[in-house]
């Protein structure tokens, strides 16, 4: 595939004077010269091009924090395993320094104890640090979750991961893969998020009515279709 830059635009959605941008800032390649004062593009620049998409508008990325990230990827020989948990380092943007930082060494270490007990292994630790974070955020408002609670969300979790782990698949170009990741990662957080919502809002409404603070037939879920 070898297309003008007019093309590369149309194919990715944005606009000539975007690409142009990308490339002057060093996170798009430039194309390859094809005469003097022309350069043609590859499926590696729409691939690009769908990936700082998903950066900018569902993450709402900076140049820089778009450009580590794409360093990343074009460094030679990186592997897929590296790309994936830079991914979900980008995904959970939490500070590396937790990893170290002595006022979260309780909640890393519950972290550790639950990786330990189900033989999670961590590459080499976005995830880990993301729940070690959250577990601090979660003590702050009362909610102090120990391992036996994680051991829970776990048991409910661990077979989704297997499924999704296998629906997503390691196939395609390193930034194809890393644009499917977030996205994926994006879409999980926000479903779970729901669920949980619901749940919440169901305890919250069953208490009400328990306490008769609330008429029975309150808040219903929709009748069937059909």
Not at 109 to 120: I, K
Request: glycine share 8%; net charge neutral; hydrophobic share 45%.
């Amino acid at each position: 595939m070898d297309v003008k830059l007019s093309r590369l635009a149309a194919t990715s959605g944005v606009s000539t004077t975007t690409i142009k941008h990308w490339i002057r800032v060093g996170i798009m390649p430039p194309g390859r010269l094809k005469n003097a004062t022309t350069a043609v593009y590859e499926q590696r620049h729409v691939d690009r091009a769908r990936l700082i998409l998903v950066l900018r508008d569902v993450y709402g990325a900076s140049i820089t924090s778009i450009r580590s990230l794409t360093d990343l990827i074009d460094t030679p020989g990186i592997l897929t395993l590296d790309v994936m948990n830079a991914c979900q380092a980008f995904a959970l943007g939490v500070p590396e320094g937790i990893a170290d930082d002595p006022a979260y060494a309780e909640f890393r270490e519950r972290t550790y104890e639950l990786m330990r007990r189900r033989d999670w292994r961590g590459y080499p630790g976005a995830a880990e640090r993301g729940l070690t974070f959250a577990l601090a955020q979660a003590s702050e408002v009362g909610l102090d979750y120990d391992v036996e609670e994680l051991m829970e969300y776990a048991d409910a979790l661990e077979p989704l991961a297997g499924r999704n782990v296998a629906a997503l698949g390691p196939e395609g170009s390193a930034d194809e893969v890393a644009r499917r990741m977030l996205l994926a990662v994006n879409a999980r957080a926000r479903q779970l998020v729901a669920v949980s919502s619901l749940a919440h809002a169901a305890a919250s409404v069953r208490s009400a009515i328990e306490a008769g603070r609330a008429p029975a037939d309150i808040a219903r879920p929709p009748a069937a279709r059909g």
